[in-house]
């Protein structure tokens, strides 16, 4: 499959950006969290701010330009690995749309960011029902649409095997929704974007139980791989 992607590339020199919306302050500084305690939801705008912590460079690129992992090329290894929390101000009535315009801006002002267009095979996850059918429930439309953590993580225990799996809730999803949640939930797993092809219409609820990535050898027979809990907790399969 051929597809048009991103090359992005991080270069010292500062392209000039003009009339191109900016934050008004930012402060964008690594995250302290460990990788294997990362929950990040991507970025939002709230109260005058928009927030986007624990994520990587890559992460805050594909949010930036409204494009997935597998759409970007280029650029250091760091880019997929070191994280980052980006805190700004915005003028009032700033919609997503917006603020992703400015996170443009502050990617290429901070960090010398340059993007070119070109088209590439790329792999991709497929998303599929499972032999024994949907464990899906019928969407609550009376509940806010995505997904939350249904815990917060704590400091990282001494012992790795004891580090607690990511629990999700995940309301009024499509399918190309779950597809698209898992891949930004998940991302410790799932390396490339997953396509939705379960044929499932309407919206559906689930909550999910997983082992981050990092912690899954050391948890033995005790831990729970994003695969087997796509299978075995929603009845669906990557």
């Known amino acids: 499959m051929s597809k048009k992607i991103a090359c992005l590339w991080l270069l010292p020199l500062i392209p000039a950006l003009?009339?191109?919306?900016?934050?008004e302050i930012?402060?964008?500084h690594p995250s302290t969290t460990l990788r294997a305690y990362v929950q990040s939801f991507g970025g939002v705008v709230h109260e005058g701010r928009y927030i986007n912590r624990e994520a990587t460079m890559l992460a805050l690129i594909k949010a930036a330009y409204g494009v997935s992992d597998d759409d970007?090329?280029?650029g250091p290894g760091w880019v997929s690995?070191?994280?980052?929390d980006v805190i700004a101000r915005v003028p009032e009535g700033t919609t997503p749309a917006t603020a992703n315009l400015m996170l443009q801006s502050l990617l290429s002002e901070r960090f010398g960011l340059v993007v070119r267009r070109d088209t590439r095979p790329v792999p991709r996850y497929i998303l599929t029902v499972g032999k024994s059918g949907s464990k899906l429930k019928s969407g609550d439309l009376s509940a806010t649409t995505g997904c939350k953590p249904l815990s917060?993580?704590?400091p990282p225990p001494a012992d790795i095997s004891a580090t607690p799996n990511i629990k999700v809730a995940c309301r009024n999803?499509?399918?190309?929704?779950i597809a698209e949640n898992l891949r930004q939930m998940a991302g410790g797993y799932l390396d490339h974007d997953v396509v939705d092809s379960t044929g499932l219409e309407g919206s559906w609820?689930?909550?999910l139980e997983w082992t981050p990535r990092g912690a899954l050898t050391a948890k033995g027979g005790d831990g729970i791989s994003v695969?087997?809990?796509?299978e075995k907790q929603l009845g669906l399969k990557t």
Not at 227 to 230: E, I, L, Q
């Open 18 to 23: 003009a009339e191109q919306p900016k934050f």
């Open 26 to 28: 930012a402060d964008v």
């Open 72 to 74: 970007i090329s280029g």
């Open 81 to 84: 690995y070191d994280l980052f």
């Open 152 to 154: 917060q993580p704590g």
């Open 173 to 177: 999803l499509t399918g190309a929704a």
């Open 205 to 207: 609820d689930f909550d």
């Open 227 to 230: 695969f087997m809990a796509v």
